[in-house]
C-alpha cells in the first residue's frame, strides 16, 4: 500500500471540512473494510484519508423515533445493527439480512454509512433499506440534505453524494404491518457476492397486494427499484400466476449484468424466480 | 502394534493451535530486502524494452533487477524439473500474463511495490494460443526450441525440436483395440472438459536466500528441498554442498511447491546484491505461479454383449501452459491410467502435454489422476444407463480385480478395487431394495458413484537416519515437508514401534539439506511409502547397532534392556550415541518405447471412491450435495484419524474443484485472482461426509500402510455429476458443474436453450 | 508521497506498549513487529480469517484494519490464549477433534471461536457455521473445526 496520510477529526463538521469537492484522493473512512480492498489492489490510492471514529459517538446511535422508524447512525457498525434489539423487534428482515452479509469479523468493523456510501451494487444493505422506504440523510459543507436511499445510487460503483458530502444517518419508516423480505443468491459457494439481491416490502389488503417495493441488486449496475413489477403486483393476489407475472416483468425491466456470478440471461431467469420466492418469504417466513 | 496404528494428536499440535508453529512466512534477517515483481501484463510477446528508471529513482529503493542482471550472473538461467524452459526472469520473451519480467528491492516491501508500479516495459505482442487443443496446430508455438533436462528418458526425443507445442507424447498400445471395436456389440464415445484451477495453499509461495561464507541458505516454503538443491546447484554451477535448503512447516502445499518455484529467484538477487532477500507471493501473485491442468479428454469404449467393456480409446490433451513444470510426467505417469480401474484386454491411449500461453500447470493433488476419473467415470455411467444397467453393477463386472493387470501391464496388487466399490455401495444404501427417492417439484434428488486409481511416482529415493540418544531418546532427520498431511508423527510411530518407545519420545527434524539427507520431493503421496519404509529402515538399523552395542557391553543376548541402560553400561555413563540409517528405492521398469507398457511400473497402487446424492433445484439449477461418501485403501493407516482427515480434507478440495473453482481467463489475463471471485468451498458449502478407510493391507508399506494424500479427490467431481444425471436426466461433460451449467442443460433437454451472454 | 509516523499506544497482549507507525500499514505489521507471527495475512481481503486478531475483545480481519486504530485499545492475538500456561478449552479442543492440518488457518478458526463462545455458550450447528462463515480451511478440516467448537462448548 503506498502511504498517505490520516487525519482523525473530532467533529462530523470538522470532517466535512477536512474532505474536498475537487479531491477525488481524499476521502472519508469508516470501518475501512471495502476501502481497504480498493487500496490494496491499486484501484484507489489516497494522499489522506479522513477517518471518521472520533466523530461525536451519537453519529454511531441506533434509535426508535417518535413514529416508530428507526434512525441508524452511519458510524454504527454492521454488527451493532445485527444485535440491535429495536432492529430485532421491528426490522427483522433486515436482521436476517445482517446475518449473510460478508462475516461476523467485517459486520464487527464495517459502518452503516460506508456500507450504503460505497456504491458497489452487490452489497446487501442498499436494497433492503431500499425497500423498506428508508431514506438517507447527508451532511454538507453548507447544508444538510435527505433523500430515498435509491436514489443515492447514480450507477455502478457512483452515488450522488459530493466528495466533500458524507452520509449522516439512515431513517428506515417502521414496518406498520407490511410484509418484507431480502433473498440473496449466490451462485458459486455459499458466502460469496450475490449473484443477484432481491428485496420486497408490501402491504397486504384483502388478501392482495398493496403498494409493493421491488428492488434488484447485485444483477443490475446499481441498486434498482422495478417499477413495472410492482405494477403487476399491486392489487394482485399472491398467487402462482400474479407472482409469475411480476417475475417475468422484473425480468423484462432491469438492465442485467454479465459476470463471474452468471450470464445476464441466467440472471434474469434467477430473478423470475427469485422475486416469487421473495414474495412468497414475505408472507410466510419461510427460506425457501 | 503399539504405536503403528495409535490414533494420536499430531506432534505440532501445540505449535499450530498458538500460532507458534516455524512457517517461512515469519522469518526475517538483518539487513533483508523484501522483493516485489513486475509482471507482464501480455500473454505472449517479444520483450523489446524495460524502463526501470523511475522505480529505481523512488526514496528506499535498494535495487530493480532484470532478467539481463541475473544472466550477468547465471549464464543459463533457465529451470524446471523436466525441460530447462522457465527463465528466472524473462529473457527475450514472455509467454504468459504474470510472468516475472523484474523485480524491486526494497527494506520496506510498501516502498518496493510503489518501485514496481513505476516499472514500464514495452512488447511486440505475438498471437496466443489458450486451447489445449488448438495447441496441438503448430501455427503458434510457445517455445521456439524444446529443453528436456535430461532426466527423463522418455523425453529425450524431443531435444532441439522446433515448430511444435507438444512437451511430451505417451502411447501404450494393448491387445488390439481396432478389431475389439469393430466386433463390440456397443460403442461408446464421449468428450470432457476439466478447467484451470489452483492450489491456493493459504501460505503463498514465500522464500528467502541468505549469502553465507562461500555458500548460500535458502529457506523456502517448498516441497521438494533436495531438489531445489540440486537444481540451485546446477544454475550456480556450484557443487551441492554449498547450498542449504531449510523448510520448516508449510502453511498447505498441495503440489504447488514442488521443485523450483522462487528459489531460483531469491537466490539470485540474494547473490546479486550480497544481502538476504525475501520475496512473498500476495494471494493474487499465486494465479500466475503454478495451476492444475485444464484437460480434454476424448474417451471411446466397446462393450460386449454380455456388458463387458471389451476396448477403450483415451486420446488426452493436457494444457500445461507456458512452461512445462513436471507436467509431462503428469501427462505419462496418470496417463497409463486413464483408461480407468477396469479389466480391458484391447487398450489405446495417446496422452499429450502442451505449451499454451497460460499460467503454467503442475501436480496438483492427483498429479492428473482426476481429470481422468471426471471424464472415465461419467463416460462409465453413460455407458451403464445407456445398457441400462445399474452403474455399480456394471462397475462389479468390469473392474480391475486384485492380481489383474492393468492396462499398462503391471498387475494390481494390494489394490482394494472391490472392497472400494462395495464400502461406498453399501454406505449410499445401494444394496438396499429400496427405491431412491428422487423427490418432485422443482427439487429433483439423485445419486452416483465414481472410483479411481493412482500409480505412484517411481523410480526415487529416500533416504532417513535415526539418531538414538544415550537416554534412548530419538531424533528423526528426513527431508520430507509436513505441510500438513502428518508425516512428522506418522514417521515418529514408525521409529517409536521399531524402538519399542513411546511416539512422543521421538523428535523430527526439519529439512535442512546440510542435515537431513536426501528426498526425491513430499509429492504424490509418495512419503508414507517410500520414506516410511527408509524410516522403518534406519529405526531397525539403530537397533540392530543398539544390539551389538549391548553385546559389546556384555548384556545377555535376547534380554530387553531399554536402550538408556545399554548406553550406560557401554559407557559407563549417560553417553555416545546410536546412528541408523537406510535409503529406499523400490523396483521400477520403464514403459516400453514402442508400446509404453511395463509389468513393474509403480511400487503401490492408489483407490479412492465417492458416492454423492444431490439435490438439483430445477428452477435455477441450483445443485446442493446432500451427503458425500468417501472411501479409499491405505493400506494399514499409521495414524486412523490423521488418515480420514486426510480422506475428507481431499474431498472437500475437489468439491471446490467440482462446482465453484475456475479460473477465468480474458485475453490471457486471469480476471478473478482473488479469493473474492475464485471460490473455495468454505464451511457452509460441506455436505454431511462420511470418510471410510477400507480395511486393507500394502504388504511392501512400512506396517502395511502406504500414501493417501490425493485418493479422496478421486471419484467426487464424476461421482457428483452422475447424481445430477440421476436426478435431472441432464449430463454435465465439462467442469466446474455451475448452477447455470445446469440450467442451461436443463433448458436445452426441454428445447428451450438459453440463449448466450 | 511523505507521510508521518505516529505514535500510538496500546495494550498488546495484556502490556501496555507504544511503538511509531506510519497510516498504510495494518495491524498484521504492526504484530509483526512484535514478533507475533500467529495472525498472518492470506487472502487479503478478510475472507479467510488467517489474520483474525481480538480488538477491544472483538475480532477483527487484520488485514483490513490500519494499525494506527489500536491506539489506546487492547490487541489480544493467539499467543495470548496459553499465557497461563495452560491452553484454552477451544485450543485444547481443536486438538483432541484433529481440527487442522497444516495450521495455518487455524488461530484464526480459534479466535473466532472464542468470539461465538463467548456470545453463544451453547452454540448450534448453524451458529457455529454462521461465525466461522468467513474463515476458509483449505485443507478442508471443517467437519473436526464443527467437532471441536461443539467439544469446547462442552467445558
Known sequence: ?288 | MTEAGRELPRLEARAKVTGRAEYTHNLRLPGMLYGKVFRSTVPHGRLRRIDTAAARALDGVHRVITGEDIRRLIPEPYYGPAFHDQPILALDKVRHVGEPVAVALAADPHVAERAVQLIAAEYEELPAVYDEVAAMRPDIVVHDMLKPAGTFADLKHLKGRTGTNVALDYHLRRGDPDEAFKSAAHVFEHTFKTQQCLHVPFEPFVAMAEPADNALVIHTSNQTPSFVRTEIARLLGWPENRVRVKVPYLGGGFGAKVYVKLEALVAALALIVRRPVKVALTMEEQFYVITKHPTTFRIKSGVDTDGRIVARACEVFWNGGAYADIGPRVTQKSGFTSPGPYDIDNVRIDSYELYTNRTPAGALRGFGIPQLVWAYESHTDLIARELDVDPVAFRRRNILRDGRPQASGTAMKDAAVAEVLETLAARMGWNDNQPFDHGGGAIRRGRGIAIGFKASISPTTSVAIVNVSADGSAVLYTSTVDMGQGSDTAYAQIVAEVLAVKTEAVRIVHPDTDVTPYDMGTLGSRSLFHMGNAVRLAAEDALAKLRALAAEAGLPEGTNYPPAEIFKKRFGMQAGNVIGAASFMPTYKSPDPQTGLSDNVTPFWMIGGAGAEVAVDTETGAVRVEKLVNAADCGRPINPAVARTQLSGAATMQLGFTLSEVMLLDGGQVTNASLADYKIPGIRDIPPMQSELVAAEQHSGPFGAKGLGESGTFGVSPAIANAIHDAVGVRITELPITAEAVFRALRQQAGRPLEDA | ?155
Not at chain 1, 474536498?20 to 471495502?34: K, S, Y
Open chain 1, 1 to 288: 500500500m503506498i502511504p498517505f496520510d490520516m487525519v482523525e477529526p473530532a467533529s462530523l463538521q470538522e470532517a466535512v471540512s477536512l474532505l474536498d469537492p475537487q479531491e477525488p484522493t481524499i476521502r472519508p473512512v469508516a470501518g475501512g473494510t471495502a476501502l481497504m480492498l480498493m487500496m490494496k489492489s491499486g484501484v484507489f490510492q489516497p494522499t489522506r484519508l479522513v477517518c471518521l471514529h472520533r466523530i461525536e459517538p451519537e453519529h454511531a446511535r441506533i434509535t426508535l423515533v417518535a413514529d416508530g422508524a428507526l434512525r441508524i447512525g452511519a458510524m454504527a457498525t454492521l454488527r451493532q445493527v445485527e444485535k440491535d434489539a429495536d432492529v430485532a423487534a421491528r426490522l427483522p428482515v433486515l436482521k436476517r439480512a445482517m446475518r449473510t452479509l460478508s462475516n461476523v469479523r467485517v459486520r464487527n468493523v464495517a459502518r452503516v454509512g460506508g456500507a450504503l456510501a460505497h456504491g458497489d451494487p452487490h452489497m446487501d444493505l442498499p436494497p433492503v433499506l431500499a425497500a423498506l422506504g428508508a431514506r438517507v440523510a447527508i451532511a454538507g459543507p453548507k447544508q444538510s440534505r435527505e433523500m430515498p436511499l435509491e436514489d443515492l445510487y447514480a450507477g455502478y460503483y457512483e452515488t450522488v453524494l459530493e466528495k466533500n458530502e458524507l452520509i449522516t444517518a439512515v431513517m428506515v419508516p417502521a414496518l406498520d404491518g407490511r410484509k418484507a423480505a431480502y433473498m440473496k443468491v449466490t451462485s458459486r459457494t455459499a458466502d460469496d457476492w450475490p449473484s443477484l439481491g432481491v428485496a420486497v416490502s408490501f402491504a397486504m389488503k384483502n388478501g392482495t397486494i398493496s403498494d409493493p417495493v421491488v428492488v434488484v441488486s447485485a444483477a443490475t449496475a446499481k441498486v434498482t427499484r422495478m417499477k413495472t413489477a410492482e405494477a403487476a403486483l399491486n392489487n394482485a393476489a399472491p398467487d402462482d400466476a400474479s407472482l409469475r407475472r411480476a417475475g417475468d416483468a422484473a425480468a423484462e425491466e432491469a438492465e442485467v449484468l454479465s459476470d463471474a456470478h452468471g450470464s445476464a440471461p441466467y440472471k434474469r431467469e434467477l430473478l423470475r424466480v427469485y422475486l416469487r420466492r421473495a414474495v412468497r418469504q414475505a408472507l410466510d417466513g419461510s427460506a425457501e
Open chain 3, 1 to 155: 508521497m511523505m507521510t508521518t509516523a505516529r505514535t500510538i499506544a496500546f495494550t498488546l497482549n495484556g502490556q501496555q506498549v507504544s511503538t511509531m507507525i506510519e497510516p498504510h500499514r495494518n495491524l498484521v505489521e504492526l504484530l509483526q513487529r512484535f514478533d507475533l507471527f500467529g495472525s498472518r495475512e492470506s487472502c487479503g481481503q478478510g475472507l479467510c480469517g488467517c489474520c483474525t486478531v481480538l480488538v477491544d475483545d472483538v475480532a477483527v480481519s487484520g488485514c483490513l484494519y490500519f494499525a494506527v486504530w489500536v491506539d489506546g485499545k487492547s490487541v489480544t492475538t493467539v499467543e495470548h490464549l496459553d499465557a497461563d500456561g495452560t491452553l484454552s478449552p477451544v485450543q485444547q479442543a481443536f486438538i483432541e477433534a484433529g481440527a487442522f492440518q497444516c495450521g495455518y488457518c487455524t488461530p484464526g478458526f480459534i479466535l473466532m471461536s472464542h468470539q461465538l463462545l463467548k456470545e453463544h455458550p451453547n452454540p448450534s450447528d448453524d451458529d457455529i457455521r454462521h461465525y466461522l462463515s468467513g474463515n476458509l480451511c483449505r485443507c478442508g478440516a471443517y467437519p473436526e473445526i464443527i467437532e471441536a467448537v461443539k467439544l469446547a462448548a462442552k467445558r
